[in-house]
């Protein structure tokens, strides 16, 4: 039955489970940002077009695309325990969401880039826009809905992947949920954890899609 410790334990697991998914959503984004730019600009007909670069960043993005979620937890332990000290808990956990969550967000925010009119951006040449200038004026501006429904789409999935690491440590609401309601055969555990990761998810599907509207222009 619920209890005071109960609940203690759920709100506890949600604030740990908010913390390691928008951090990670955060770091994940940065880099994959980066990526990004890199792979939409070192392409076929970019502004700064270079195969070798283009090819060798495909190749790291789409390697680690490939690998499921709970192996490269386990794959980049020493690099967890290299930068948070342990492999197990919430902070370490964020290590690894990022690795998983950045080559995931990198080709999302290049699809976005992708889809951008290239007269917008001929004509920010034809005015002798520099690249770092087309950047910042044109290439994030005009992807921003865009952008801004990866992030809710990479929010939701980084979500999923921080339940998944309670399997083996990660903490959070998906390791009460395994914990209690798995291992140990409370069900109503397992179902108010359940509740709660799905009303989270849809807080995040609904302030991420309602601020793309928000910011589209089009």
């Not at 342990?86 to 290049?110: C, D, N, Q, W």
């Amino acid at each position: 039955m619920l209890n005071e410790r109960i609940i203690l334990m759920i709100l506890e697991g949600t604030r740990d489970t908010l913390y390691m998914t928008l951090v990670s959503a955060i770091c994940a984004y940065f880099i994959g940002i980066i990526a990004a730019l890199i792979l939409y600009l070192t392409n076929k007909g970019g502004l700064a077009e270079c195969k070798p670069v283009y090819a060798v960043l495909d190749i790291i993005v789409n390697l680690f695309r490939s690998v499921p979620f709970i192996i490269l937890m386990l794959l980049v332990r020493p690099l967890t325990i290299l930068i948070a000290g342990k492999s197990y808990g919430p902070t370490a956990t964020i290590v690894s969401l990022v690795v998983a969550a950045a080559p995931y967000v990198a080709r999302m925010v290049e699809s976005s880039l992708m889809e951008i009119d290239k007269g917008v951006i001929e004509a920010a040449i034809s005015m002798g826009a520099s690249i770092p200038k087309i950047i910042w004026k044109v290439l994030l501006p005009e992807s921003a809905p865009s952008l801004i429904v990866g992030v809710t789409i990479s929010v939701g999935t980084i979500f999923s992947y921080s339940a998944m690491a309670g399997a083996i440590g990660g903490g959070g609401l998906g390791d009460i949920a395994i914990r209690y309601g798995y291992q140990r055969y409370q069900t109503d555990i397992m179902i108010v954890t359940v509740i709660v990761m799905v009303v989270l998810i849809q807080l995040i599907q609904v302030i991420g899609m309602s601020l793309a509207k928000h910011v589209d222009r089009r």
